[in-house]
């Protein structure tokens, strides 16, 4: 099979979405398959002679971000696709790149589809803060259900991501189904950490071999509820001195968080590393006791799969995104509130016992979200788009297609 995948994100942009489009292609790739790439033209760090990555003209697109605007040119993307004899289409975004993949798929008189990867009614005024100036959430309604309507197929990368399109003032029309997203765990954990290594990292945090250290990795963003999350790590540790918390990522609302927490950064409570290389993050997973977040914003969170992987304990705010990784009293708790999550936090710290059940049952959830299910489950649904083309698949029949993979 010949498939297309269209990013509007591509290294060396670090998210969520660029890891599930990059892991996909590898895998797709392994299985046999020839992908075809078309994204942004970023850096000339991470240009490439790869005959099957296109990129189509792009600028900076500022605003305090590290994206691109995607500004393709039709003619020579189609000529290219047609003659690369693409299928099927695979869209991972709603800009630039999105809408060009969208429209090629029509001419080609090919089928399109696309994976949902954000809640854009509910939180573009924090990825696109300039443009909330402008757009009020009824219009992003209605330019997302004009985009999303058009595909033959969605994907969505947990129940709370389905559903949330399918709501009656959005889309529920249009065919989906469900593909929990994954981690390339052979990337992720090349090799483990050493009990040196993991020593050597609390040293240099200031963490003593013995504290309980807790961890956030991700964007910090105000959509992430950091504020709250910084408030909670404020808590804990004045309750108990062996308890230290690790902020590790980078984003919009670092420095605020920075200046909210200078007291206990001064006394080394709560320590904040900044930008953190994908490559060597699972070594602060694998040093840490106790992953925590306060976010309510994820469809289906990369860093609690990780997380699972290095056999962390979980205390997170209560969200549909968790229902399918994270079981209450078994590997962690799914909380009402900040302060529950702080008796669970300070609960689990003088527990080791209980927290080395969680990590086992952590690790044992993961088998669930291995890459080659992810890739075999996503193969599955480009095979019924493609038989039921010009028609759109029956969502129910593929659905139970897919659980017994």
């Not at 443009?131 to 997302?144: A, D, N, W």
């Not at 910084?230 to 990522?249: E, L, M, R, S, Y």
């Not at 549909?320 to 994270?326: I, N």
């Not at 959830?365 to 890739?375: P, S």
Request: net charge positive; glycine share 4%.
């Amino acid at each position: 099979m010949t498939i297309a995948l269209f990013s509007d994100s591509y290294l060396p942009t670090k998210s969520g979405i660029v890891t599930v489009v990059v892991q996909l292609r590898e895998q797709l790739i392994k299985m046999g398959h020839r992908v075809i790439l078309v994204t942004v033209n970023t850096t000339e760090e991470y240009s490439t002679d790869d005959p099957d990555i296109y990129r189509v003209h792009s600028v900076p697109l500022g605003l305090g971000t590290d994206q691109f605007l995607a500004l393709p040119a039709m003619h020579p993307l189609v000529h290219y696709l047609k003659a690369q004899n693409v299928e099927i289409i695979h869209c991972h975004t709603e800009f630039g790149v999105g809408k060009a993949g969208l429209r090629a798929a029509r001419i080609l008189k090919i089928p399109a589809i696309c994976t949902t990867h954000t809640m854009w009614v509910d939180f573009y005024k924090y990825y696109l803060p300039h443009v909330q100036k402008i757009m009020r959430p009824s219009m992003v309604v209605g330019f997302m259900n004009h985009f999303y309507k058009k595909f033959h197929a969605l994907i969505g990368v947990s129940v709370k991501a389905r559903n949330y399109y399918k709501q009656p003032d959005m889309i529920p029309q249009v065919p989906s189904v469900i593909i929990p997203n994954s981690i390339d765990s052979s990337k992720f954990m090349a090799e483990h950490a050493s009990e040196e290594e993991k020593l050597a990292l609390r040293t240099q945090l200031g963490i003593e071999k013995d504290d309980i250290m807790l961890l956030f990795v991700g964007r910090v963003g105000e959509e992430k509820r950091v504020i709250e999350l910084v408030k909670v790590f404020q808590h804990v540790t004045a309750k108990n001195p062996n308890i230290k918390a690790v902020i590790v990522g980078y984003g919009p609302a670092y420095e605020e968080l920075v200046y909210a927490a200078r007291n206990e950064i001064l006394e080394k409570k709560i320590i904040f590393t900044g930008f953190v290389d994908w490559q060597k993050v699972h070594t602060y997973y694998e040093t840490a006791n106790i992953f925590v977040t306060c976010s309510l914003s994820e469809m289906h969170s990369m860093t609690i799969l990780e997380a699972q992987m290095t056999g962390l304990p979980l205390v997170l705010r209560r969200d549909d995104s968790y229902l399918d990784s994270v079981y209450q009293g078994q590997n962690g708790y799914l909380c009402d509130n900040e302060r529950e999550m702080e008796k669970h936090i300070l609960e689990l710290a003088k527990d080791k016992h209980k927290r080395e059940q969680f990590s086992r049952r952590s690790l044992d959830i993961t088998k669930k979200f291995t890459i080659e299910t992810h890739v075999k489950k996503t193969i599955k649904v480009y095979e019924e788009v493609i038989k039921a083309y010009p028609k759109k698949i029956d969502e129910n029949k593929v659905m139970k297609m897919l659980e017994k993979i």
